[in-house]
């Protein structure tokens, strides 16, 4: 069949190859639907239940939406009259970017004073030209006592401060995609003119808005260098290894279709590029290689024992066709195991290859003998058999004279590598999510180790009852809550209502000290937050921190750089805590900190189940191809220690497991079956149909196909490696944890399967 199949492909290859380039502009075209979704959300899916609290959180209060300019004064002192004439200024103009509804500042916190009767609310600080340094001194100290400003505005040593920027984000996404970039570029040129104004200041960068603009900026990097370097490297290993122009060029078209008609369907299935998935033309790239050189490897050898070009081509597509076939089958549903994840741009990662893998497949036989034959191609002949003594022969009757040492060594290592993988533990690290040559990581690593902690928890605590806030029972529940967070290790800064309550108490009562305690009165408090309220300007109310009917307050807390197990375990504890104390006011913690660290662990139980499905799937399809049970099981077989062994170096080497390398099993799964298909598809064409005894199969099998899966894996291991330079650790560590797997399968493979054979498959003529 595969003969009478190959036959066909080359007798109308011109057609055939037509009829590509025309579904390939179709497919294609799906790629104009395509547009860079840039929002933190895309991580999840849209009835997560913990993006669901977020959202309703948001909703119920002033959008957690923010650009913060975190202002570092070279004289390390805040409280001069020129740098808070600086913060001043920015404030100001900060309030004019598109889409500023509140700007919070050190300058324009509005500090509440007692007047005799009377509630005076200002800005903490006005006319600093005209402010003595006893003036100056006084305003820090009025600062650094409250709690509202001290590690979120102002570091306790006042020497950074901040300018925080809430802004109204549209609720639709492709429309996020632009307001953005518009918005960051009103931002960076703030910036600048700051800067140029007031060089005294070093300026970073943070919030919600700066890390979106990151995640674009990132993929964006990526795309304009990676994959043209990955370009770069397949011509000249093609080049080198093949010595060809023509047959480099031909895989170069099959790469560009491969990736065309692999956007193209990206588009048409509705998905949106997004950090992870723009990773999906170099993964393409590389696979569109392994197939074009398979084919190429054996055109080219037929060409120099003297067949004409139809007839080489002829021949080699008939013994690929079904290995081609195969790994493509199983790469494809590794990839597509990925649609268990729980994170959606790694399910539209694993659609997208699945789909772009089948499409290499179908080009690299359909359209690559067209494209080929038509190209000039000078090839010396030889009557010598080119396989006679080559390395690859040399290779093979080492490996078969010593295969028992062989065997049980490489089986050895691998058992000493593997007892390393329970070293690995899951702790995702959003903040290393992003180089450190990247300058949101150079804000982020600043603003931990100087003013804040960039994680948060926030929680909605309900009072119970409309305008049930000023409860004084419910007030000190919060009080004690806010109390027990200030006790723990992780904590940098409360934020809390009743803080703002005590403020009001104390002003009410002559600004006495001793009076900084919550009412006991409700109606009391209910007229002090009432005054208050009357009090503020426009943009600088309450709704930061009371619900519109004032049936709940924003408890929200700042912790230092955790990993995800971490920040689980501070909200584990939190809920203890309240479930002891504090029953009446207990509610989940939401925030996008515990968003990331949630996902991360379910995605590590939804991809084992994916695996397990996928290596299911991938034996059967195997035991239907080979039509041999006994080979089948024992394809697999090899394929299962590479992954494992990967695990166990990472163990020794790194021991974190992130959102990406919890998904490294089920995408190369498919990928290193691919070396042991084309293996066993030339080892079983010389035992069944050449008649070779076990040993003579083996060299048969490193003849024909050892130096292309060499260079297959070079290819593949080097695109990945490319993919491990990405800024985004997501894509970097996937990247890393691939080219090692890869490589290990390849080197095992050769090892490992020869004894395997030598075992389980001699015959009584062997």
């Not at 957690?64 to 409280?79: E, T």
């Not at 080559?390 to 004279?401: D, P, T, V």
């Not at 504890?573 to 949630?598: C, D, E, K, Y």
């Amino acid at each position: 069949m595969e003969a009478r199949l190959a036959a066909l492909l080359v007798r109308r290859r011109y057609l055939f190859a037509l009829l590509s380039f025309a579904l390939v502009a179709i497919v294609a075209s799906g790629a104009s639907r395509l547009w860079f979704e840039s929002s933190y959300k895309i991580f999840f899916s849209d009835d997560d239940p913990r993006l669901v609290a977020y959202e309703a959180m948001e909703d119920a209060y002033t959008r957690g939406d923010n650009v913060a300019f975190v202002l570092a004064p070279d004289n390390g002192k805040v409280f001069t009259s020129e740098n808070l004439a600086a913060v001043i200024w920015l404030t100001e103009q900060a309030w004019q970017l598109q889409r500023s509804v509140r700007v919070d500042s050190i300058t324009n916190f509005q500090y509440s004073r007692a007047e005799q009767d009377d509630l005076i609310v200002r800005d903490l600080v006005e006319h600093p030209a005209e402010l003595t340094q006893s003036d100056l001194d006084r305003l820090e100290a009025i600062a650094l006592s409250e709690p509202v400003l001290v590690h979120a505005l102002i570091s306790e040593q006042a020497h950074v401060t901040s300018v925080n920027v809430r802004v109204e984000l549209p609720d639709d996404s492709r429309e996020q995609s632009t307001v953005v970039p518009e918005l960051m570029a009103d931002v960076y040129e703030l910036r600048d003119v700051f800067i140029e104004r007031y060089p005294q200041f070093d300026v970073y960068l943070m919030g919600q808005v700066v890390v979106n603009e990151s995640f674009n900026e990132a993929a964006a990097q990526d795309t304009s260098t990676l994959v043209p370097l990955m370009f770069l490297a397949v011509i000249v290993l093609l080049t080198l290894f093949m010595r060809s122009l023509s047959t480099t060029l031909a895989t170069i078209v099959i790469i560009l279709v491969s990736i065309a008609a692999t956007m193209g369907v990206s588009g048409w299935l509705g998905f949106q590029v997004n950090q992870v998935n723009v990773s999906a033309p170099i993964i393409i790239l590389t696979l569109a290689v392994s197939d074009c050189v398979h084919v190429l490897v054996s055109y080219l050898k037929d060409l120099r024992r003297g067949l004409d070009k139809p007839a080489a081509m002829e021949h080699a597509l008939a013994i690929n066709i079904k290995p081609v076939f195969l790994t493509s089958i199983t790469t494809a549903i590794g990839f597509f195991s990925l649609n268990f994840s729980d994170s959606p741009p790694f399910r539209e990662l694993g659609t997208s290859v699945g789909f772009g893998v089948l499409g290499a497949m179908l080009w690299s036989l359909v359209l690559l003998p067209g494209v080929m034959l038509l190209l000039p191609i000078r090839v010396r002949t030889t009557a010598e058999d080119p396989d006679r003594n080559g390395a690859m022969l040399k290779l093979a009757n080492l490996i078969i004279a010593r295969h028992r040492l062989i065997f049980w060594g490489v089986l050895a290592v691998a058992a000493v590598l593997i007892c390393f993988v329970p070293r690995n533990e899951f702790n995702d690290d959003t903040v290393e999510y992003f180089d450190e040559s990247l300058s949101i990581r150079q804000a982020f690593d600043f603003v931990q180790d100087n003013l804040t902690g960039v994680d948060s928890i926030a929680y909605s605590l309900p009072a119970g009852e409309e305008n049930g806030i000023v409860d004084p029972q419910y007030l000190h529940a919060v009080e004690a809550f806010a109390n027990w967070y200030r006790q723990q290790p992780e904590v940098t800064h409360v934020s809390t209502f009743t803080d703002v309550v005590k403020r009001l108490n104390r002003n009410m009562h002559g600004d006495d000290p001793a009076y900084y305690r919550l009412p006991d009165d409700r109606e009391l408090i209910a007229q002090y937050i009432l005054l208050y309220e009357l009090s503020l300007p426009m943009g600088l109310d309450l709704n930061n921190q009371l619900t519109f009917d004032k049936s709940a307050t924003k408890f929200q807390v700042n912790i230092s750089n955790l990993n995800s197990k971490q920040i689980i375990a501070v909200e584990e504890r939190a809920q203890a805590w309240l479930a002891a104390n504090t029953p009446a006011i207990q509610t989940p913690g939401s925030s996008v900190s515990l968003m990331f660290a949630h996902i991360g662990q379910n995605n590590i139980e939804a991809m084992m189940r994916g695996s397990a499905l996928a290596l299911a799937l991938i034996a059967l399809t195997l035991i239907i191809a080979l039509r041999s049970i006994k080979f089948g099981l024992l394809s697999l077989l090899p394929n299962a220690f590479p992954a494992t062994i990967s695990f166990g170096l990472w163990g020794i080497f790194v021991g974190q497991v992130n959102l990406a390398v919890a998904a490294v099993f089920s995408i190369t799964l498919g990928i290193v079956v691919d070396n042991t298909v084309h293996f066993f598809s030339k080892y079983l064409r010389a035992r069944q149909q050449l008649g070779h005894s076990t040993e003579d199969a083996i060299r048969y099998a490193f003849t024909t196909v050892g130096a292309a899966l060499a260079v297959t894996t070079v290819a593949l291991a080097v695109g990945f490696l490319i993919l491990a330079q990405s800024s985004f650790d997501v894509n970097a560590s996937m990247g890393m944890m691939t080219a090692m797997t890869i490589g290990i399968a390849l080197v095992f493979d050769l090892l490992f399967l020869p004894g395997l054979l030598l075992r389980f498959d001699r015959s009584p003529r062997d």
